[in-house]
């Protein structure tokens, strides 16, 4: 296969991840690597690299729609950003240090837990009006608008949403994904932030969390250009195109049969991984 | 416009949307630019991304990215281009200090320069430690 071939099919690939991550709300990322390192034999470093660059642009493009709607809180977003960018930091020092099968392996395991949580029916915890003193003092509560006007918030358990987005922070510091399902799942289960609040303020978070890894990756010559321009330019594309159909698509089904295709690709890198192959 | 004549956190939101949505569209032509210079030379050549080998230290620093750009190689211009896109979340929250600061949230302001910190550190300092 030469560049332009490769080329051409990796940006196929990549609008076709960026499509089904944006219609489904789990990102790009999570598709990109399995398909890179078991589809076309890339090393996972470089696969790694080329997919955090792609989450930086999904993250920016979809925030900069977001932001106007007034859903995100952009105080909980910086306060939180403190601990995703340090696990950020810490996740991409130890992309470097350990092997690509570790990395295949943990990789594996993350996306058959995403598999079982996409599958899952969503539990909702009901948000309230009670003020948490913590969340008070940093100036988190807020509102969003509703149907019937604006609703008011309170947010909850400060430090369990912040340690788990240093986990979340990791995890996409060291497999080269936006970790939004983590995101949420710290926003919306354990800080009880309305969903629609948590989900936007996440997608805002996932940018500036994949910059403080990518910073690592560019120095330790994680990013080829070759490799990440079509996978750039290709999920940027897809998740595009992603958006503007959103409202017309039937995501439950699509749920399901992304969730399907994650269990699939993520047993497929778990035994890669753990039989030394990548 | 009233809502214009203060800074308020949603006239701060507009700006950083638009500074968001110009980082990745001007970012994504520079790296669509540098690929029809890459592809364009070096199309036929074939392709090896099986071992890691890392790039060449030119294309891991920003001084030899830039440098690489200007002699117009393609995949130097791709390569900042990403550079841009890299640079766009932490332009985002540099300008988010500016904003808390003229809103007088001294402690936001102080939350955000901590994350820029560490992004700068990721960007610039990572490659001594």
């Given at each position: 296969?030469?560049?332009?071939?490769?080329?051409?099919?990796?940006?196929?690939?990549?609008?076709?991840?960026?499509?089904?991550?944006?219609?489904?709300?789990?990102?790009?990322g999570?598709?990109l690597v399995p398909?890179l390192t078991?589809?076309?034999?890339?090393?996972i470093?470089?696969a790694v690299?080329?997919s955090?660059?792609?989450?930086?642009?999904?993250?920016?493009?979809?925030?900069?729609?977001?932001?106007?709607?007034?859903?995100?809180?952009?105080?909980?977003?910086?306060?939180?950003?403190?601990?995703?960018?340090?696990?950020?930091?810490?996740?991409?020092?130890?992309?470097?240090?350990?092997?690509?099968?570790?990395?295949?392996?943990?990789f594996?395991?993350?996306?058959?837990?995403?598999?079982?949580?996409?599958?899952?029916?969503?539990?909702?915890?009901?948000?309230?009006?009670?003020?948490?003193?913590?969340?008070?003092?940093?100036?988190?509560?807020?509102?969003?608008?509703?149907?019937?006007?604006?609703?008011?918030?309170?947010?909850?358990?400060?430090?369990?949403?912040?340690?788990?987005?240093?986990?979340?922070?990791?995890?996409?510091?060291?497999l080269g994904?936006?970790?939004?399902?983590?995101?949420?799942?710290?926003?919306?289960?354990?800080?009880?932030?309305?969903?629609?609040?948590?989900?936007?303020?996440?997608?805002?978070?996932?940018?500036?969390?994949?910059?403080?890894?990518?910073?690592?990756?560019?120095?330790?010559?994680?990013?080829?250009?070759?490799?990440?321009?079509?996978?750039?330019?290709?999920?940027?594309?897809?998740?595009?195109?992603?958006?503007?159909?959103?409202?017309?698509?039937?995501?439950?089904?699509?749920?399901?049969?992304?969730?399907?295709?994650?269990?699939?690709?993520?047993?497929?890198?778990?035994?890669?991984?753990?039989?030394?192959?990548? | 416009?009233?809502?214009?004549?203060?800074?308020?956190?949603?006239?701060?939101?507009?700006?950083?949307?638009?500074?968001?949505?110009?980082?990745?569209?001007?970012?994504?032509?520079?790296?669509?630019?540098?690929?029809?210079?890459?592809?364009?030379?070096?199309?036929?050549?074939?392709?090896?991304?099986?071992?890691?080998?890392?790039?060449?230290?030119?294309?891991?620093?920003?001084?030899?990215?830039?440098?690489?750009?200007?002699?117009?190689?393609?995949?130097?211009?791709?390569?900042?281009?990403?550079?841009?896109?890299?640079?766009?979340?932490?332009?985002?929250?540099?300008?988010?200090?500016?904003?808390?600061?003229?809103?007088?949230?001294?402690?936001?302001?102080?939350?955000?320069?901590?994350?820029?910190?560490?992004?700068?550190?990721?960007?610039?300092?990572?490659?001594?430690?």
């Open positions: 296969m030469n560049i332009v071939e490769f080329t051409a099919l990796v940006w196929a690939g990549s609008v076709i991840a960026g499509l089904l991550g944006s219609l489904t709300g789990l990102g790009g999570v598709v398909l078991l589809f076309f034999k890339v090393d470093r470089y690299g080329a955090l660059v792609s989450v930086i642009a999904t993250s920016s493009g979809a925030a900069a729609a977001y932001v106007k709607e007034g859903f995100s809180n952009i105080r909980i977003g910086m306060f939180l950003e403190i601990a995703t960018t340090i696990g950020a930091l810490l996740g991409a020092f130890l992309a470097t240090r350990v092997s690509g099968s570790v990395i295949a392996t943990i594996g395991l993350v996306l058959l837990y995403s598999a079982y949580l996409a599958g899952r029916p969503r539990v909702r915890h009901a948000f309230d009006d009670i003020p948490d003193p913590l969340a008070t003092h940093l100036k988190m509560n807020g509102s969003f608008p509703e149907a019937k006007g604006m609703r008011h918030y309170c947010v909850h358990r400060v430090p369990a949403g912040f340690s788990l987005m240093f986990g979340a922070g990791a995890l996409s510091g060291l994904i936006g970790s939004g399902a983590v995101k949420v799942l710290a926003m919306d289960q354990a800080m009880r932030i309305p969903f629609k609040v948590s989900t936007t303020t996440s997608n805002f978070m996932i940018g500036v969390t994949a910059a403080a890894s990518a910073g690592v990756y560019l120095n330790r010559g994680y990013i080829d250009p070759g490799l990440a321009m079509p996978v750039m330019l290709g999920v940027l594309a897809g998740s595009l195109v992603g958006t503007r159909i959103l409202v017309k698509a039937e995501t439950k089904w699509l749920r399901l049969v992304f969730s399907a295709i994650i269990l699939l690709l993520g047993g497929q890198m778990l035994y890669n991984g753990l039989a030394g192959r990548i | 416009m009233h809502r214009f004549t203060r800074w308020t956190d949603q006239r701060v939101e507009d700006i950083i949307g638009n500074l968001l949505r110009t980082g990745v569209i001007f970012s994504a032509v520079v790296v669509f630019t540098g690929a029809v210079v890459y592809l364009a030379r070096h199309g036929q050549a074939p392709v090896d991304y099986r071992s890691f080998r890392g790039e060449p230290s030119d294309l891991r620093h920003i001084s030899g990215i830039v440098r690489d750009a200007l002699a117009f190689q393609g995949r130097g211009i791709i390569q900042l281009g990403l550079l841009l896109l890299i640079a766009t979340p932490v332009a985002r929250v540099a300008f988010s200090i500016f904003g808390f600061a003229f809103e007088g949230d001294r402690m936001y302001a102080g939350f955000t320069l901590i994350v820029l910190m560490i992004l700068l550190y990721s960007l610039l300092g990572s490659s001594f430690a």
